[in-house]
């Protein structure tokens, strides 16, 4: 159980256009969804926190018009890269949790590669 | 600052060589500390959950411990698929439930 999916695996687009991300808790509803970041020998990094039906939390410079996070269902959240940069490549990974339970669990994360 | 701090940055095993890694953490008033293990280019899979000083858990060549201070996870005869890198993270002080602060790993290399 707990498994989460993520689409695409990775992704090359030319700088300026957007991408969307989709995460998926396959075999239970997750109350609370989690976007991070990671840069190559680098951990993870949180970016923002969403909860189904509300705004995503974003961390602190984390620009929230340029990663745009929906969680429209128990079950789905998109995080949309606009406006791409190649800076802003990198390893994309979400994970989801339910609510009354601390354990978060991982997707496979999304290869973004800018050009 | 909340802080977690993993050592070593990297470490080499000889199959059946068995190991510590180490995870060091400044948060006041923890309120739990995980372990995953991360493959190359995939997303981290859960391992343990611990929630106070002197918990353990274990799962086959694998055992996580928790003092006030620190977490070491044990490996016992290592074999080269346990390599990978392990992180630890914790939640920050004053957080809503689910925010984690990472280490920056420990990439674990078992040779044959």
């Known amino acids: 159980g707990a498994v989460v999916s993520q689409h695409p695996s990775w992704v090359i687009c030319k700088s300026g256009t957007s991408v969307k991300i989709e995460c998926r808790s396959l075999?239970?509803?997750?109350?609370?969804m989690f976007w991070y970041r990671q840069f190559p020998k680098q951990s993870l990094m949180l970016m923002a926190t969403s909860n189904e039906g509300s705004k995503a939390t974003y961390e602190q410079g984390v620009e929230k018009d340029k990663f745009l996070i929906n969680h429209a269902s128990l079950t789905l959240s998109t995080l949309t890269v606009t406006s791409a940069h190649p800076e802003d490549s990198s390893f994309y990974i979400c994970?989801?949790?339910?609510?009354?339970?601390?354990?978060?669990?991982f997707g496979p994360g999304t290869r973004l590669t800018v050009l | 600052e909340d802080q977690v701090t993993q050592s070593p940055e990297a470490l080499r095993l000889q199959e059946g060589e068995s190991s510590s890694l180490n995870c060091s953490y400044t948060?006041?008033?923890?309120?739990?500390l995980f372990w995953y293990r991360q493959d190359p280019g995939k997303g981290p899979e859960f391992l343990f959950t611990?929630?106070?000083a002197g918990e353990e858990k274990e799962k086959e060549r694998l055992k996580a411990t928790l003092t006030k201070k620190e977490s070491f996870l044990h490996i016992t005869a290592p074999k080269p698929e346990d390599s990978a890198t392990y992180l630890c993270?914790?939640?920050?002080?004053?957080?809503?439930?689910?925010?984690?602060?990472f280490g920056r790993g420990t990439q674990l290399t078992v040779w044959p």
């Open positions: 994970s989801a949790g339910t609510s009354g339970r601390d354990t978060q669990y």
């Open positions: 611990l929630y106070s």
């Open positions: 075999d239970f509803q997750a109350t609370t």
């Open positions: 993270a914790v939640p920050p002080r004053g957080s809503t439930l689910g925010r984690l602060y």
């Open positions: 948060v006041s008033g923890l309120r739990g």
